[in-house]
């Protein structure tokens, strides 16, 4: 079965850095577009960023200028560098496919493909 594992996440002062990491099991990166998400406790899922099969990038405006995705297919690994951190960007991140090949259609950006990495901004 296909899945995906998000890393990196940890608490942090605002202001402060972190990389997050997503493998891929049994899944190819190739042809998918891939996203970051997030969600916080009683709010919907969120999408933070995402790269195209063709490497064009989207960011949300709230993380626009901070935060950086990129994506290494030799070790099928999607990367989200955040800097800047705020409070405001806590929540529980998750990546998964946004288009192509693997998109499982709307609803799945978040709580779907893995268990997502807890990011904590503390002021």
């Known amino acids: 079965e296909a899945h995906l594992v998000e890393s990196g996440g940890e608490p942090v002062e605002a202001g402060g850095s972190l990389r997050l990491a997503c493998t891929a099991s049994?899944?190819?990166?190739?042809?998918?577009?891939m996203a970051w998400s997030r969600q916080a406790p009683g709010n919907e899922c969120e999408l933070v960023s995402s790269?195209?099969?063709?490497?064009?990038?989207y960011y949300a405006d709230a993380v626009k200028g901070r935060f950086s995705i990129s994506l290494d297919n030799a070790k099928n690994t999607v990367f989200l560098r955040m800097n800047g951190l705020k409070p405001e960007d806590t929540g529980v991140y998750f990546c998964?496919?946004?288009?192509?090949?693997?998109?499982?259609?709307?609803?799945?950006?978040?709580?779907?493909w893995g268990q997502g990495t807890q990011v904590t901004v503390s002021s």
């Open positions: 998964a496919p946004s288009g192509g090949n693997s998109y499982a259609g709307p609803g799945t950006l978040c709580n779907f």
């Open positions: 049994r899944f190819s990166f190739d042809g998918s577009d």
């Open positions: 790269i195209s099969v063709d490497g064009i990038t």
